[in-house]
T-cell receptor, first 116, second 115 residues
Framework: AQKITQTQPGMFVQEKEAVTLDCTYD???????LFWYKQPSSGEMIFLIY??????QNATEGRYSLNFQKARKSANLVISASQLGDSAMYFC?????????????FGTGTKLQVIP | GAGVSQTPSNKVTEKGKYVELRCDPI?????LYWYRQSLGQGPEFLIY????????DSGLPNDRFFAVRPEGSVSTLKIQRTERGDSAVYLC?????????????FGPGTRLTVL
């Protein structure tokens, strides 16, 4: 079974509007961390936001927020007030276990295009 | 401060040749990771170093792939007898430790093309 599922291969959003990128995950470990990365056409993976499984509140970083619904095993990324520079690939990732080293597994990504 | 750097940014080689890809992590980061990203896919884990030792090499696809980190800083990914299927972007990442909440910071990648 896929550990990380991103069901939207591509998304369009109008500039200045909000957009939600979906991510569901599969794990039986109660301790895990979820990450979102942005990958522009230049290729570099840019860390956006992190949510730990025991965090009580949804993570926020500027215009990025993570809609964490533990029971549904979803960790959707919300980008508010989209900008043209937000056009990129977005990857959801998960690390199972919070102590010591654990592998990080990435989803297949969502390509976001912001329309002027 | 300087981020993760990778050289070369692009490498074109012929089938059967040997290549080396270099990664220079963020200063002070003890954990270093190599990933491979094929077109249209997310990064796929290859190997993890904690200090000088390869703590997890379970992602290396076969024995043509090898990586070293002799002084616990710079790492080199080595691919012998390259095949066309090795063509991909090879990403390196580092983190302060390998702790659960530690974020991995990625370099710009090396695009390897095997003709």
């Amino acid at each position: 079974a896929q550990k990380i599922t991103q069901t939207q291969p591509g998304m369009f959003v109008q500039e200045k509007e909000a957009v939600t990128l979906d991510c569901t995950y599969d794990t039986s470990d109660p301790s895990y961390g979820l990450f979102w990365y942005k990958q522009p056409s230049s290729g570099e993976m840019i860390f956006l936001i992190y949510q730990g499984s025991y965090d009580q509140q949804n993570a926020t970083e500027g215009r990025y927020s993570l809609n964490f619904q533990k029971a549904r095993k979803s960790a959707n990324l919300v980008i508010s007030a989209s900008q043209l520079g937000d056009s990129a690939m977005y990857f959801c990732a998960m690390r199972e276990g919070l102590q010591g080293y654990q592998k990080v597994t990435f989803g297949t990504g969502t390509k976001l295009q912001v329309i002027p | 401060g300087a981020g993760v750097s990778q050289t070369p940014s692009n490498k074109v080689t012929e089938k059967g040749k040997y290549v080396e890809l270099r990664c220079d992590p963020i200063s002070g980061h003890t954990a270093l990771y190599w990933y491979r990203q094929s077109l249209g896919q997310g990064p796929e884990f290859l190997i993890y170093f904690q200090g000088t030792g390869a703590a997890d090499d379970s992602g290396l696809p076969n024995d043509r792939f090898f990586a070293v980190r002799p002084e616990g800083s710079v790492s080199t990914l080595k691919i012998q007898r390259t095949e066309r299927g090795d063509s991909a972007v090879y990403l390196c990442a580092s983190s302060p430790t390998a702790g659960g909440g530690d974020t991995q910071y990625f370099g710009p990648g090396t695009r390897l093309t095997v003709l």
